[in-house]
């Protein structure tokens, strides 16, 4: 299957688009064979260039630099967000990318349509055992391409104050429905406590809830594209949450904001449905907190299911144009699969590792957690249960459709199903102008 690709003035205008808009089974996979990977690679010493933004990579690089003598890495510190990914566009456009880079998955089917990226599907092939089905999915476009190792991940949860769910005598909900009344059993005992809120700020929460829901927002059909940011499992997710909003259970407090900051802190905000990198935020932001809160899956939508979604995360890429595609990969592979490569984007990048066994290696608590003993086992648990979706070529342009549209449904109290038909309009009116192809 030939994925569809963007015309070189459609690929200017994604890179424009950017510029302005500026996360089963177990065991390591194996590196592939170093006589295989250096059979095309010239005599000497292969010099590769990655950009990334996780702190103190270097130190990682190092202990590969050490062990390969024949391939040897140079880290170069890049931000993170829009900028990188407009600046490596750019750097791919202008024909000097790096050999690797770390791509946030949303991202990656940008990088795709505009022949950024090497299609690995061969050379990964033996990295694919390392990930649940939904992580590897994050890099996989298409029935056959794959495009990037997948390096950490975000898989959603449910975060409680758990004394203040005693205090209020509410039960830990197992569905969206028991999440629902008891956020009107809490309004109706203390009228200045929310159980949550609902963030028109964040579309990668959203979208998160969306996976869990089961939502397919894009998907290839041959050579053409098929968007479906309004399907029938986002419209429920949104309906859900402007119903709770409308009715006032629910707080419509946008996320990270210093408000949002001191109803965690104070325990007017009892929940945080969030990604497992959310222990750093809350003892960052809720330092009253730390003792109290505990995590739980996700409520379910229907009673037995046990799914989630993933908000954030990333990969590693390889250039198209690298001539060291076979080291490149090796890196990549080691990287994000081999146990010491892992064990060290943990103690000094502060990453939880995309690859299954990257779970198995986390064992004591986050400190702001130390009463829940089986926190990382849970977060494990949970992982393995997260599915994601295909992300589209112009996932910026989608997201900041939902956060005007959803601003609006929140101030207006209108229909957030309203508001996801916005986003789906604003994806495919941009596609179309860009030149991409579409399904009907």
């Known amino acids: 299957m030939r994925t569809p690709r963007l015309a070189a003035a459609a690929a200017a205008a994604l890179a424009t688009v950017l510029a302005a808009g500026c996360s089963t089974s ?26 990334t933004w996780a702190p103190n990579m270097d130190k990682v690089v190092e202990v590969w630099n050490e062990a390969h003598p024949d391939v040897q890495v140079t880290v170069s510190k890049q931000a993170g967000g829009d900028d990188a990914a407009a600046k490596y566009l750019t750097a791919a456009k202008a024909g000097n990318p790096p050999d690797l880079v770390q791509a946030e ?9 505009a022949d950024a990226v090497a299609d690995l599907a061969a050379e990964a092939a033996q990295a694919k055992a390392a990930f649940s089905e939904g992580t590897w999915g994050q890099v996989t476009l298409g029935t056959d391409g794959v495009y990037a190792i997948p390096q950490d991940s975000g898989p959603m949860m449910l975060y409680y104050r758990q004394d203040l769910f005693e205090k209020y005598g509410i039960e830990v909900p ?42 397919q927002w894009w998907s290839i059909s041959g050579d053409a594209w098929k968007v479906a940011v309004d ?49 750093g935020v809350l003892a960052s932001n809720a330092p009253k907190g730390k003792g109290k809160w505990a995590i739980a899956p996700l409520p379910q939508w229907s009673a037995g299911e046990n799914v989630s979604g993933f908000w954030g995360g990333s990969s590693t890429a390889v250039s198209a144009t690298t001539p060291h595609k076979a080291a490149a990969v090796r890196f990549a592979t080691w990287l994000n699969t081999d146990p010491q490569a892992l064990d060290l984007l943990i103690k000094e990048a502060a990453v939880y590792p995309a690859a299954t066994k990257g779970g198995e290696l986390l064992t004591e608590a986050p400190e702001y957690f130390a009463g829940q003993a089986d926190f990382w086992q849970q977060a494990a648990a949970i992982s393995a249960t997260a599915r994601g979706f295909t992300f589209g070529p112009n996932v910026n342009v989608t997201y900041d459709a939902f956060k005007n549209a959803f601003d609006k449904a929140v101030q207006e109290k209108s229909a957030f199903s309203g508001a996801v038909r916005q986003m789906q309009d604003a994806t495919v009116a941009d596609m179309q102008k860009s030149g991409f192809q579409l399904a009907q």
């Open 105 to 113: 998955y949303q991202m990656l089917p940008s990088f795709v349509a």
């Open 174 to 215: 197992k569905t969206w429905d028991e999440y629902a009344e008891a956020a009107r059993a809490v309004r109706k005992k203390d009228p200045k406590v929310f159980l949550g809120t609902f963030s028109s700020k964040d579309p990668g929460s959203f979208a998160g809830l969306a996976q869990q829901a089961g939502a």
């Open 26 to 51: 177990t065991g390591a996979a194996p590196e592939p064979d170093a006589a295989a990977a250096q059979s095309s690679a010239p005599a000497g010493p292969v010099t590769l260039t990655y950009w």
């Open 231 to 279: 399907d029938a499992a986002t419209v429920k997710v949104a309906d859900y949450w402007g119903g709770l909003v409308k009715e006032g259970v629910i707080d419509d407090q946008p996320y990270f904001t210093p408000e949002w900051n001191k109803a965690l802190n104070d325990g007017t905000l009892l929940t945080w449905p969030s990604a497992v990198w959310g222990p």
